[in-house]
């Protein structure tokens, strides 16, 4: 067989598989534009990562989650990512991740943050996490509990006794 019938025979049986699997493999491989799910379980996420607290406001209300999606219109790559591993998410548990109960959430979040980095879960978690904290506290809503009031820049920190 000339190589491009032997790639075009793999082809055919990598499909056939997916098909029979019944795995939607056209949504997972061309989907890069957010659903309303994938928009629920971004928000969800960061949620987990940037919590609301007694003093603090969580990174959905904040709209982290909303920043987010604008910056990966900027870079297809980064809103693919996005979408992929929200879809990944989703799978993670019998309902969609926004449902779980926030402790099997925590759960999730922890594995990632220790999974391979090579692999959808651990870049999602590592780039979109440096991202989220980024933009939360870019927000003087978020420095409520802290105990300063603006950034040390560029006059630097004021001494203790001030």
């Known amino acids: 067989m000339l190589r491009s019938d032997l790639r075009r025979q793999l082809l055919k049986v990598v499909g056939a598989f997916f098909l029979a699997a019944g795995l939607p493999i056209a949504p997972a491989l061309s989907a890069t534009r957010p659903s309303a799910g994938a928009r ?16 603090s406001a969580s990174a959905s209300d904040l709209r982290v989650d909303a920043q987010l999606w ?12 996005l979408v992929l591993g929200c879809q990944w998410l989703d799978l993670t548990g019998t309902v969609r991740f926004a449902d ?9 979040v922890e594995w990632m943050s220790t999974s ?11 780039l979109v996490r440096q991202t989220a904290v980024e933009t939360y ?26």
């Open 40 to 55: 629920r379980t971004l928000a969800a996420f960061l949620d987990a990562l940037l919590p609301r607290d007694a003093v």
């Open 70 to 81: 604008a910056l990966a219109r900027l870079d297809r790559r980064f809103e693919r990512l």
């Open 100 to 108: 779980l109960a926030a402790s099997d959430q925590d759960k999730v």
């Open 116 to 126: 391979d980095w090579n692999q959808i879960p651990r870049r999602f978690y590592e």
């Open 137 to 162: 506290y870019s927000n003087p809503a978020a420095w409520n509990g802290l105990s300063i009031k603006a950034p040390p820049q560029p006059s630097g920190y004021p001494p203790p006794w001030q």
